[in-house]
Structure formats: structure tokens, C-alpha cells
DNA sequence: CGAGAATTGTACGAAATCGCTCACAACAAA
DNA sequence: TTTGTTGTGAGCGATTTCGTACAATTCTCG
């Protein structure tokens, strides 16, 4: 694997602090910084993409809308990721929504500038291949979860996941969202969070969860939580000075994990 | 989208038939054809991978393999793909283990030798890229319906899956592994099956499944099937004329599907 | 301040699925 | 033929999750 040393600029986006002083002035140039508000959609299934974009903070979700209009999340993008991984593959639409899951601000650019980059730059392409890599292992895992955990433990599975990409400790989000997102009934999420409330691992309130205690998250969430977030830190090994200052993620859990070889 | 024109020769594996004839000549050079017996695996997670695996008949299960041993399907792979996207995306190893579900035949490629092809070959990348494409978008939807549906609609989605990757209308498997692929308990295997049975849809014994009724088994099963199903015809469109001889898959289902547009 | 909306708590029976166990049939090898 | 293995059927209580409904609280906006 390409080793790539991201250059030392305040950016928040991990793909793009990863780039070249060159690249990133090209990137910087057709981009352009939107805000990204609760719920907002991005992405509309089965339509022409018209933007990729890059997170520089809050997050993002991929979730597949059923026909009766119920939906599942597939993955989640934060600050160490992008939308329209598609785009490497040459293809400009998905069977999959993006909507805004943790509010924030987002660096988009066109497809058309983006495919022109793309197409120019090896850089680019090498990047977004690790990055690409990167989503389906995630995605894998996610669905696998899906089948075989409980509500809690994929309840706290994607708490920590948000959390990972979020700059605080107060997650702001509803239970029925967290329903939509784990596919269950916002009952089912208020019996899971209240467990998780009583044993003092995170509070909530009226739309705003907090994360108290990290680790003991990890250990109620399945194992899911750690094959995802290794997932990442073996492809994108590297991580922007920034990130190391926030809370302790990644300090905790993230390092010095490997496959079970089985 | 470029569009790809399959050479008309004998070649059973869709992505092997769309390549160029002097690509094919090339791949066709390195390759090997080597018999996969039912439950082989062929690829172990966190290991090197040493070939990539075009499937001429019979098909792959890529599994997530739990820290328990207990395991759950990520996607299913047969004449229409290939196993080892991961080398498009400049990545060795996997977190995932593949795992013959019905035996076949592959051709293999080694890894340095499919590496040396992917750097030579822009027209191999393209294609590699749209299969990797409907790989994500098989993934992210197989994921999503272990959330939500029903053993049983799964379990005649996993059937339709299967069914549509091999030759004949009997399917080899034991209702054991089928519990494996689904993550869930034989004995639930057995009332889903039994269940499907008595509706006339698939008749089995003894590691024998039978697809007596493909349009009550779609409808048995949930979209996700048709969602699936749609991700190949649509990335992928061109067919060999082989396949179209065939039981009627794809006549009945794939053809003329479009997104829920929401 | 008051009305309405949004968010959460809780309850209930129904259904699905689990974990486990035993039984039996079919097949394979000795 | 015998024996051991494999695959399937079935039953049981326990647990999870569903679907639904309603009440209580908190927030927002007029």
C-alpha cells in the first residue's frame, strides 16, 4: 500500500488533508463549504448525482429506502470519509439515500469538477481507492451486524460510531431517528437507550444523547463496533494531528487491532 | 456509463465475456481453471490473498466470520462477478472469508499477475470498476434486508440469489448452511423452508432444494430480491446469449426495474 | 401565556426467533 | 449388514422485538 503523508493544514476532512499540497489547491479551488443541517438529504436514489461531498464535521448516512418508505442505514461518513464513492467507478447515481445524520458542515464539489480531477490525478484515484475499500468493508460489516445483534448492542455499535465522528460528546439526535437509522421501533430504541442510561453510559435527553463513559460503551456494543473502526485505521492509517486531541477515541479502541485469522 | 460489448466466445463468466478479445487473450494466458468443491474456502480473512476468483458455474459466499465462529453472509458472487475486488483498490486482504456455497468451477488468477493486468489495462479497471459498483450496491442491500425482513423472505430472497448464479433448478445446499448464510438457527431454516414448500415454491431433502416456482418465490420474497437483482441488469446490461437459454431468470424479474425515485 | 408539535415513557398482547433437546430418516463407510 | 454421520422434523419455554396505543413532558411559536 501507497504510503500517503497528509500535509499539515487545518482541514478537516481526512481524505482531503491526506492530498498533496498540489492536489488539495486544485480540490480547494472547485470546492465550496455548505452548510449541512439536520436531515437534510444529499442524495437522492436513482438520481444523477450533482455533488460529492466531504465532511468536515457532523456526519453523514447511506440508508436504503424501502418501498413502504421505512429505512435502514448502510454506512456511516464522517470527517474520515466522502460521499460518491460512486463516481470512482464511473457511475453518477445510487440505489441508496444520503441524508444528514449529525448536523455540520460540508465541502462539496461537482461531478463534473470531481471527475475531471479524478481523471487527471492518480493521487486522487489512489486515495479514493483506499477510501472505497474502506466503505465496503464497513458496509459488510454493518449488514452482517444487522443480521445477528441486538438492538443494544447495535444500538451502542452506532453511538460509538457517531461518536468517532462528531467533535463533542452530545450526539444530537432523536430516538425515532435512531430508530430509522437502526431499522427498529423508536420503543425498541427507548428500551436500548434507557438501559444504556441506567448503567450510566451515556444520558439523554429531548433530542441529545451524551456519551458518559467510552469504554463501557465498547464493551455493551458487539464486537462490530471494533472490526469497523479497524477497518479504518488499516486502510487510512494515518490520522490528522487534530483528531488525536479530541476525546479519547481511537486512544481506546481503535489501535492495535487485528483479525481474528480464521 | 462506457458501453462494453461482450465478445460472443464460450466463456461462462460475464465479466471474463466482456473483455476485449486481446485482453481476453491476455487474461485467458495467466488464468487457471481449478474445481470448487462445496464449502472451500478460498479466501481467509487478514490473509494475503493469493488469486482472485472468476466463478464459471456454481457460486461464492463472502461471509463475516464472528468472533464466536458463528458466521453471516455479505453477498453472493457467481458467473456474473468475481471475488477480489479489494486488488482494484490496491488492498491485499480482507476482514471477510470466501467460501464455496455451491460448488463449480472458477478460473484464477494470481494476485501479482492480476495486479500486473489492472496496472496495463484501463479497459480491465473500467469493467472491474462497475463490477465493484453493483458489488457495493449488493452489499449495502443485503445488509439493510437482514435489518428488516422476515427468515422467510430472506431465506427466498438468498434462494432467488442463488438460483439466478447457477444452471440447473436444484440447489445443493443443506438447510444447515443455509442458517449459516442467513445468521440465523437451522431449526429456523426449517420452518422458513417448510413453510415455502408447502406453498409449492421449492421442494428439498437432503441438501437438495428445488425451485419449482420462480414468480411465487419472488413474491415470497421481499423487494430486496427485485433491488438486488436491478443493481446487476443496470450496471452490468449486457448478457451473454448463453444465460438467455436458461431457466427464466431474468425475463421474469430483472428486466425493466427502476428506482423508487424518494 | 397558551396552543400545538415534538420527544420520550410505558404498557400490552402478538409474533418471531432463540437455544436447546430429542427423534428419526437417509446416506456412507466399514 | 452394521455402524456412525449427516440432515431434517418437531417441541419447549425463554427472550426479543413488533405493532399499537396512550400519556406525560418539554420545546416552539404565535
Not at 50 to 76: H, Q, R
Not at 210 to 217: F, N, P, S
Request: charged letters at 20%.
Amino acid at each position: 500500500m501507497k504510503s500517503i503523508a497528509p500535509a499539515q493544514r487545518n482541514e478537516k476532512n481526512w481524505l482531503l488533508s491526506a492530498l498533496s499540497d498540489e492536489l488539495y489547491a486544485l480540490v480547494t479551488a472547485v470546492s465550496e463549504t455548505v452548510p449541512a443541517p439536520y436531515k437534510e438529504i444529499l442524495v437522492v436514489p436513482g438520481r444523477p448525482l450533482e455533488y460529492v461531498y466531504f465532511p468536515l464535521g457532523g456526519c453523514l448516512s447511506i440508508v436504503t429506502v424501502m418501498k413502504d418508505g421505512s429505512s435502514v442505514e448502510v454506512g456511516t461518513i464522517g470527517w474520515e470519509g466522502m460521499c460518491g464513492v460512486s463516481l470512482l467507478n464511473g457511475i453518477d447515481q445510487v440505489p441508496t439515500r444520503c441524508i444528514i445524520q449529525v448536523e455540520g458542515v460540508v465541502k462539496r464539489i461537482t461531478r463534473k469538477d470531481f471527475d475531471a480531477l479524478l481523471a487527471e490525478h492518480g493521487e486522487l484515484r489512489a486515495l479514493m481507492r483506499l477510501y472505497s475499500q474502506a466503505w465496503i468493508d464497513q458496509v459488510g460489516r454493518a449488514g452482517s451486524c444487522n443480521g445477528v445483534h441486538s438492538v443494544e448492542q447495535r444500538c451502542a455499535r452506532w453511538l460509538l460510531i457517531t461518536h468517532d465522528r462528531v467533535e463533542t460528546n452530545e450526539l444530537p439526535l432523536t430516538q425515532e431517528f435512531l430508530g430509522v437509522m437502526l431499522g427498529v421501533r423508536r420503543a425498541s430504541v427507548t428500551v436500548a437507550a434507557s438501559a444504556l442510561q441506567r448503567a450510566g453510559l451515556i444520558s439523554y435527553k429531548r433530542g441529545k444523547i451524551t456519551v458518559l463513559d467510552r469504554a463501557g460503551l465498547e464493551a455493551a456494543s458487539c464486537e462490530c463496533y471494533a472490526a469497523m473502526s479497524e477497518a479504518y485505521s488499516r486502510l487510512l492509517p494515518i490520522e490528522p494531528e487534530w483528531i488525536k486531541t479530541r476525546h479519547d477515541v481511537h486512544a481506546s479502541s481503535v489501535r492495535n487491532r487485528t483479525y481474528a485469522v480464521a
